[in-house]
């Protein structure tokens, strides 16, 4: 699509005005900083479990998952399995726990703040470290996510780069800074369907011209078998067990995604856990791989090979379907950007209110002061993110890789270990934090110089989350520190509502 068609701008005004008007409904329904900030804990297993999928999949899923197919091809199924083992695990093993702790502990909205309490800690240093990482790494996943929206407006309106990010980010502004978690909820509800219906539409299409799926694999074939092979690269070369290890490592980023957590506290009971596991886990599983099978379709519908992978979905939309379909479609990339940065920007906006904003000016805050930093600590955050992603020649994926691996390894085993180990102490999770997020730092800082013989092309979360662990476990066994009668009775009174 080179240039502006009526039916895409009028798909996407709608689209737009849906989302706004969402927004504006939340505003009118937001009171308080609990409402902001996790919706009075009231959604349905159904929105947890579509809002917790579609804040995860941002434009990584239908630009950069579908570019990395589209050159690997099924390579990428390995990614798409430890997602949905890591979608199923931090259900399963988080979600329940969480929900029943963060209550119990005086109502803890924020990660930081569930940590502090969960170990009654009265310094500050576990706190301020789980803040400093949520927010260093969410820079980089917000500024993924806007270079995401660069492309896509780029690519379908002939836009300057910076004007598209510039103006993805007032759009989703508007409706993060008046409506908070409500509206980021409710419109990732909508955004997350709209999504799954854009990733469903162009493989079945494909497919079905092709003769169904028989046809189809012969034709990816035609082009080149290896693509069809999970156990070889596209040029046929056998993957190590390093690079198989790597794609399966994605998964354990789950447990330390506090956008996705937070969905987790603010499901209205946690009786209801059980249903949003299977809605979430099942609808996350078809969207990685339908995902996949759009990659591959361009393998065989695009004529000429694509200079920038990541825009196959952008380039078989506007080449398959009505200019109207087509707006519709699109409009879901905006949507899965949407879903993402929004419940990010409320995550860094949580932090920097709930934890770091009290604490550096040494003062309780009244309900609706707290809201209004929040307020302004999103437009900061968004801010800084635009900056980060003025690079329209960055790679979606390989951004997201870096958050992802930092925020899984630094808060991961911290938050997993602490619902299920009593004994845990504030001094192991914050060894834990600090030595998951340097090794992600060093690993990645030290593969992309080309140190080493290949040890550090492992993806930097396995490293980062297995030393998290190991500092967590020695420093707790090691350390003088005991855990007090209240956190004993606290842990054991959740345990009691399992």
């Known amino acids: ?78 990614i798409t399995l430890g997602l949905t083992i890591g979608v199923a695990a931090n259900w399963m093993l988080m979600a329940k726990r969480l929900r029943l702790y963060s209550v119990l502990l005086d109502d803890a909205v924020t990660v930081p703040a569930y940590l502090q309490r969960r170990f009654d800690d009265t310094k500050p240093w576990l706190k301020i470290i789980a803040g400093l990482a949520i927010l260093l790494f969410f820079l980089f996943y917000v500024g993924s ?18 004007v598209a990010v510039f103006a993805g980010v007032v759009l989703i502004l508007f409706y993060t800074l008046f409506g908070g978690f409500l509206a980021v909820s409710w419109t990732d509800v909508f955004q997350g369907l709209l999504m799954l219906a854009a990733l469903i539409a162009v493989p079945v299409l494909v497919i079905s011209n092709a003769g169904g799926l028989v046809g189809f694999a012969n034709q990816v074939s035609q082009v080149n078998s290896e693509l069809l092979n999970i156990f070889t690269n596209a040029k ?47 609808w996350s599983f078809i969207g990685y791989l339908m995902a996949i099978l759009v990659g591959l379709c361009g393998t065989i519908y695009l004529a000429n090979p694509l200079a920038d992978s990541e825009r196959v979905f952008i380039e078989l939309t506007s080449l398959i379907f009505h200019p109207l379909i087509a707006g519709v479609l699109l409009a879901a990339i905006l949507a899965a950007i949407m879903s993402t940065v929004d419940s990010q920007l409320l995550v860094c906006s949580a932090t920097l209110a709930e934890d770091l904003y009290p604490m550096l000016m040494k003062s309780e805050l009244t309900p609706r002061k707290r809201l209004q930093i929040g307020r302004i600590a999103v437009v900061v955050m968004a801010l800084l993110a635009t900056v980060l992603a003025m690079k329209p020649d960055s790679k979606v994926l390989d951004v997201v890789s870096y958050a992802w691996a930092g925020l899984g390894a630094s808060l991961g085993p911290a938050i ?54 190991l500092a967590i476990f020695v420093v707790t066994i090691i350390g003088a520190q005991t855990q007090s009668a209240k956190v004993l009775e606290q842990f054991d009174k959740m345990r009691s509502q399992l």
């Open 1 to 78: 699509m080179s240039e502006l068609s009526l039916p895409t701008i009028m798909a996407f005004i709608t689209y737009v005005a849906i989302v706004l008007a969402i927004g504006f409904y939340a505003y009118v329904r937001t009171k308080n900083a609990s409402d902001y900030f996790l919706g009075g804990r009231n959604l349905s297993p159904a929105v947890s479990a579509i809002s917790a999928g579609a804040s995860d999949m941002s434009g990584w899923v239908l630009l950069g998952l579908p570019g990395y197919a589209y050159m690997a091809g099924l390579e990428a199924f390995w």
């Open 145 to 162: 996510g806007l270079i995401a929206g660069g492309k896509l407006f780029n690519a379908v309106f002939g836009l300057d780069y910076n």
């Open 236 to 282: 046929g070369v056998p993957l190590s067990g390093l690079e198989i290890i790597s794609l399966l490592g994605w998964g354990l980023g789950y447990f330390g995604l506090p956008h996705v957590l937070a969905r987790f506290k603010a499901i209205r009971s946690a009786d209801e856990v059980g249903v949003a596991t299977v809605i979430g886990v099942s």
């Open 416 to 469: 997993l270990l602490s619902l299920y180990w009593r004994s845990m102490t504030a001094a192991g999770a914050l060894a834990g934090i600090l030595t998951g997020g340097a090794t992600v730092i060093i690993w990645e800082a030290l593969g992309s110089s080309g140190y080493g013989s290949g040890m550090f092309d492992l993806f930097s979360l396995v490293p980062g989350f297995l030393f998290s662990v």
